[in-house]
């Protein structure tokens, strides 16, 4: 049972057994993927608050210092994004900020809104509104909370990060491995397509990222709701000068995400992190979000790259590049699939389980500039990206 677990009611262990096979993987095991994906987005700062204080991390300002962007400023980026031809909106911010952010939760109640999720669902709101589909990030959530902002977003995520308790998460105010799983399990309940990850080379063990992996796996098979995860190394900043793994752990750590988790998962790197090129080969077929009009607000010292760089990861590898919605196709109805899907559907997305809100559904049906350019990316997803 992982730290925190119980606690949070999550019944979920691994198999030693796995684990020691999953231990045994070296990229050698794994095959370079047919194709490469990536999404075009805007990276929105909700707040910078946070109820953490990870050594790692430089997102999160401590209180009388975190910012909360209003409506206009959302609407402006989600604008620039939508000229730029973006079809994605990640909302991104630090876990609820707890009692210590006065002025944060006093900004709030100016507003209307008495939680930073209340708020999160006026802002995927505008987004919609500018013809971008959400995808947020909003850290540990309740199934209360999740429900509450789910119906307005494409898709969700949270980083896993590890299942192992390590220093890194120092402080009073401690991520709980527990506390991230039952985010997970929330999702898979309330049927959102997520998005997690782990977190490379931040005082974890190889026996705990294997760990981490097959606890997705595990949840991933109880509710098939993992799109895609994250293979993220952890990189120096002002706040973190203990090191990023090298090439041969990420390689090998690539290999066995690839190799525990079913073929429906994409394995993502982001490509202004991890050395992409060289990563493609160890089972990579996704190289998440990138915005041509953005920073990335949580590693601002790692600029994008352009998407002809992207480009040149794609013909370094010898595969074709195509863009996606920040949902993966194998979510949507029958209706609304392309007829170049490749026939892997979500356990129950013939009947039973619906994946995609009406208020996704309408967005992507709409007759307007935004229907038609989420159209054409599904129309072109395994299309190389034009110069």
Request: net charge negative; aromatic share 6%.
């Amino acid at each position: 049972m992982f730290p925190g677990a119980s606690e949070y009611g999550v019944d979920i262990a691994v198999d030693d057994g796995a684990v020691e096979e999953l231990l045994q993987v070296s990229p050698n095991d794994v095959e370079a993927p047919p194709a490469l994906t990536f999404s075009r987005n805007v990276f929105i700062p909700l707040t910078t608050a946070c109820r953490y204080t990870c050594t790692y991390c430089t997102y999160f300002d401590p209180p009388g210092q975190a910012s909360l962007l209003s409506l206009e400023e959302i609407r402006e980026i989600c604008q620039r994004g939508a000229d730029a031809g973006c079809t994605e909106a990640l909302f991104t911010f630090g876990d609820d900020p707890d009692d210590r952010y006065t002025e944060i939760h006093d900004q709030l109640a100016d507003w209307g809104h008495d939680s930073i999720h209340s708020y999160l669902r006026e802002a995927c709101e505008v987004a919609l509104e500018e013809g971008l589909l959400p995808h947020a990030n909003p850290g540990d959530q309740t199934r209360e909370q999740l429900a509450l902002v789910a119906d307005v977003n494409a898709s969700m995520g949270v980083m896993l990060e590890t299942t192992a308790e390590v220093g890194a998460h120092a402080g009073p105010r401690r991520k709980v491995p527990g506390q991230r799983l039952r985010t997970l399990q929330n999702a898979g309940e309330l049927n959102v397509a997520f998005t997690t990850g782990i977190l490379v080379g931040i005082g974890e063990n190889w026996r705990d990222r294997a760990e981490s992996l097959l606890a997705i796996r595990e949840l991933h098979e109880r509710y098939d709701h993992i799109q895609e995860v994250i293979v993220q190394p952890v990189m120096n900043n002002e706040r973190w000068s203990d090191g990023s793994p090298d090439l041969a752990t990420m390689r090998r750590v690539t290999a066995m995400a690839r190799v525990a988790l079913p073929e429906e998962i994409s394995v993502q790197v982001p490509p202004n992190l991890a050395p992409a090129k060289d990563l493609i080969d160890c089972g990579v077929d996704d190289l998440g979000g990138v915005s041509p009009v953005t920073d990335d607000h949580i590693n601002p010292d790692y600029t994008w790259p352009a998407l002809r760089e992207l480009e040149e990861i794609a013909a370094h590898a010898n595969v074709p590049l195509g863009e996606r919605l920040p949902v993966y196709e194998r979510f949507f109805p029958p209706d609304l699939r392309t007829d170049g899907f490749d026939g892997r559907v979500a356990d129950g997305a013939d009947g039973g389980r619906e994946w995609i809100s009406p208020t996704i559904r309408d967005a992507l049906e709409a007759d307007d500039s935004a229907g038609e350019r989420y159209r054409s990316v599904l129309r072109d997803e395994t299309a190389t990206v034009p110069r």
